[in-house]
């Protein structure tokens, strides 16, 4: 059958490496932004999240990086498991009223060899 | 932990028909949203819900799409006349806050098949 859709870019790693994960985006009212994961067949999981007054935030094996001059958002995740094999998208909420609705980037299948 | 439910999990409809996706926000959380994901591509907003009323919607949620919260648990999506190219992954979402800040809660998705 004729294949559709958009083709993910593909991040493998070795068990216990890190892996960054980068996203670029466009709109440079964009305040909030979090990351996504998405295992197959379920919904987005929540990740981390960062405020733009902000340039680095930490969680529990994970660091989301923003970068507001070129509109770079980053995750990396330390010592990956196999568990973290997933699709991860970055999502950005613009400031301004009713602006309720998160954009969602293209996502990267991460991939964690073991 | 507080979760968002969606039923069903897969919908298969003939074109044309109304279909209506159902969902259950996490019960202390006062905005809710309507996201789809085309199969292999990103997860696309359609329209948020406060108080009630719409507060933001996509250019994709058209006239055929509608949102009701009929009673105080349920929030629904209908689509009144199904084209092939509804198919899709349709993800409900619940916050705390206005535009989810601090989290929006994401269900586990109803598959919509139109044939």
């Known amino acids: 059958g004729e294949s559709v859709g958009l083709h993910l870019p593909t991040l493998s790693v070795q068990e216990g490496d890190n892996s960054i994960i980068n996203c670029a985006y466009s709109n440079s009212a964009s305040d909030y932004f979090i990351w996504y994961k998405q295992e197959s067949g379920k919904g987005p999981q929540f990740i981390i999240d960062?405020?733009?007054?902000?340039d680095k935030r930490q969680g529990q094996r994970v660091t989301v990086l923003l970068n507001k001059t070129v509109k770079h958002l980053s995750l990396q995740i330390a010592a990956t498991q196999p568990g973290d094999s997933a699709v991860y998208f970055c999502?950005?909420?613009?400031?301004?009223?009713?602006?309720?609705?998160?954009?969602f980037g293209k996502g990267t299948h991460l991939i964690i060899q073991p | 932990e507080p979760e968002v439910t969606q039923t069903p999990s897969h919908q298969v409809t003939q074109m044309g028909q109304e279909v209506i996706l159902r969902c259950v926000p996490i019960?202390?959380?006062?905005?809710f949203y309507w996201y789809r994901q085309i199969l292999g591509q990103k997860v696309e907003f359609l329209v948020s819900?406060?108080?009630?009323?719409?507060?933001?919607k996509s250019e994709i949620f058209d006239d055929q799409f509608s949102v009701e919260r009929p009673d105080g648990s349920n929030f629904t999506l209908k689509i009144r006349s199904t084209k092939l190219e509804d198919s899709a992954m349709y993800f409900c979402a619940s916050s705390a806050k206005r535009g989810g800040i601090g989290e929006q809660y994401f269900g586990p998705g109803t598959r919509l098949t139109v044939t």
């Open positions: 960062i405020r733009s007054n902000m």
């Open positions: 819900f406060y108080n009630n009323e719409i507060s933001e």
């Open positions: 019960s202390n959380h006062l905005y």
């Open positions: 999502a950005e909420r613009a400031e301004g009223g009713g602006a309720d609705g998160l954009t």
